[in-house]
């Protein structure tokens, strides 16, 4: 008789008897549940596993379907294999990079094709093609356990070089790799388990490469939105050519970079780059005589305040003297405030500003004439008189940061040539391996984590139990305005997870694993278990990332 073992399936509030060694899909089978979506995933004791997984113990099991963040993941990696294979079918001898995400999918650059020529729309279309009929054949994806050693060698074997330095550093004595009918890769998270479960994905003709597209998070069954992102893939370009000046494509190169002591060249390299950035924007704002507001935005630890600091510097160097305005002294006051579809006051929504009164104000500072700031009382929730008196003089310039700062509904009253546009961003452009991209939203989440725990007293899991409702305000305030930017200044920094790390590991390692954050907690210290760390003691204190490491010789 087999031995049996339980599981608590949280979905159904029921306990089950299993067999001992059953796979999740198994499991799932007993369930009697219907996921139109799923199950793509399952949380087995908060941590995220694919439907491969075998169970061995008495686990809970939560089942996730696309409506999951965790579960889009593993549709989108599944996407990537799928895209890989049908890519090396055309062409054997051909590079794919999963690239950057923009557009709302992700950039594919594919290289090698054998006719020395960049990437067609005839192309586009093959690989679409050759894709449809890998997911109608519904192929199995095997799921290998490995020695690491065996594991890099069958890379180097089929020219994989990315991966090879990545499996190289990671120290981990086995490794998980994947086939398709008989074409391996390897992903750093879950897969599905076969090819037939992708139901829907888009791919077009991108610049030079492809824009591969995935379902919305919110209704699976449709694309995610297109959205024009000129100005923002120019920016992970300008990334790409910092990358090629330090040799740093993959994790796999800052690794090899720190193992051989081209760590403080790397730091100042970068650095210097980014500061040599901050005073091209500086440059241009100077040779516009009659822009009088400067307006800097961005999403949640973007380094928006050190961004605005190391402007100010240089727009002194340039002879311009830059005059702090917070956006946050213009709300209204508690009982006139948007409230969410929970009936609470919803303090991101641009409505919770006073627009007319900033309007008025500005463009009587412009006129020449004098006016009395605001401020805001947070404890009371309300407007007050500052006392502040300010009129512009010579070549004063207002500089304005806040979330709302690119909508143009925000300076409405206010001529265009007299304002300039800032958008700001940690727009990570390393990757983990050619298949392997790291999400920039993960830099972001990282830099908050250490931030809300050193300066605000909030742990890893408040912070993440928080971070998609932060999420969801960037998407409808702030994601959508991007393109307005004049400049886009992108904060992070290509070495920059070697250092957060530190930092990072100890606090996501205090969530616990009886928390439905621990999943993500568990996810984050897995990527940046790939990373050799950076003493923070190399960064100086002028570094955009003293924001949240602290030690900054700026005042915040």
């Not at 686990?59 to 989108?76: G, N, Q, V, W």
């Not at 895209?83 to 690239?99: F, G, M, R, S």
């Not at 086939?179 to 890769?185: K, S």
């Not at 409505?351 to 009587?364: G, R, S, T």
Request: net charge neutral.
């Amino acid at each position: 008789m087999e031995q049996q073992i339980k599981i608590r399936c949280k979905n159904t509030k029921k306990t089950l008897n299993i067999s001992i060694g059953s796979t999740l899909s198994e499991i799932f089978s007993l369930t009697g549940l219907k996921m139109e979506y799923g199950p793509i995933t399952a949380r087995v004791n908060n941590k995220v596993e694919g439907m491969h997984f075998r169970v061995y113990k008495p686990k809970d099991i939560e089942f996730l379907d696309l409506h999951d963040a965790s579960a889009m993941r593993a549709y989108t990696r599944t996407l990537f294999f799928i895209l890989n294979k049908a890519a090396h079918e055309l062409w054997p001898e051909c590079t794919v990079v999963i690239d950057i995400p923009v557009s709302n999918g992700y950039f594919v650059d594919i290289r090698g094709k054998g006719d020395g020529n960049a990437i067609t729309p005839d192309d586009m279309h093959a690989v679409e093609k050759r894709m449809h009929q890998i997911i109608e054949a519904d192929l199995p994806i095997h799921r290998h356990e490995t020695t690491t050693e065996e594991a890099v060698n069958m890379f180097r074997e089929s020219r994989s070089f990315s991966k090879v330095k990545l499996l190289e550093d990671y120290g981990a004595l086995y490794t998980t790799y994947y086939d398709i009918d008989g074409y391996v890769d390897y992903y750093y998270g879950s897969l599905l388990t076969s090819t037939g479960q992708i139901h829907l994905f888009g791919l077009e003709y991108y610049f030079d490469g492809l824009l591969l597209r995935i379902p919305s998070l919110q209704d699976p069954s449709k694309l995610g939105a297109f959205m024009r992102q000129d100005k923002m893939f120019e920016i992970f370009k300008e990334h790409h050519r910092w990358q090629s000046i330090l040799g740093l494509r993959t994790v796999g190169d800052l690794n090899q970079a720190i193992r051989e002591g081209r760590t403080n060249t790397m730091i100042q390299l970068s650095e210097a780059l980014q500061e040599k950035k901050i005073a091209q924007i500086a440059d241009e704002i100077a040779r516009r005589p009659g822009v009088k507001m400067v307006l800097i935005a961005g999403p949640s630890s973007s380094g928006k305040t050190t961004t605005c600091k190391r402007l100010s510097v240089q727009l002194g160097v340039n002879g311009i003297h830059p005059i702090g305005i917070s956006l946050d002294d213009y709300f209204l006051d508690r009982d006139k405030t948007p409230k969410d579809e929970n009936g609470d006051y919803d303090f991101e929504h641009l409505h919770a500003l006073n627009i007319p009164l900033l309007n008025d104000q500005m463009n009587a500072l412009f006129r020449g004439e004098e006016v009395e700031l605001p401020r805001y009382n947070f404890q009371k929730g309300c407007s007050e008189q500052s006392g502040r008196k300010l009129r512009l003089k010579g070549k004063e310039v207002l500089v304005v940061e806040g979330i709302h700062a690119l909508n143009p509904e925000l300076t409405a009253q206010i001529p265009d040539e007299q304002i300039y546009r800032i958008y700001a961003s940690a727009l990570t452009t390393i990757l983990l391996d050619n298949h392997n991209y790291i999400p920039t939203t993960d830099n972001r989440l990282l830099r908050r984590i250490i931030r809300d725990y050193k300066y605000r007293g909030v742990s890893a899991q408040e912070t993440i139990r928080r971070w998609p409702s932060v999420r969801k305000g960037e998407a409808r305030w702030i994601f959508p305005y991007q393109e307005n930017a004049d400049a886009m200044f992108n904060s992070a920094m290509l070495f920059e997870l070697a250092v957060i790390k530190q930092q990072a590991e100890p606090l996501l390692e205090q969530v616990p694993e009886r928390c439905v954050e621990y999943a993500e907690a568990y996810r984050l210290r897995k990527f940046l278990s790939y990373i050799k760390p950076i003493s923070e003691e190399q960064i100086p204190p002028t570094s955009l990332l003293r924001e949240f490491l602290g030690g900054s010789s700026f005042h915040y």
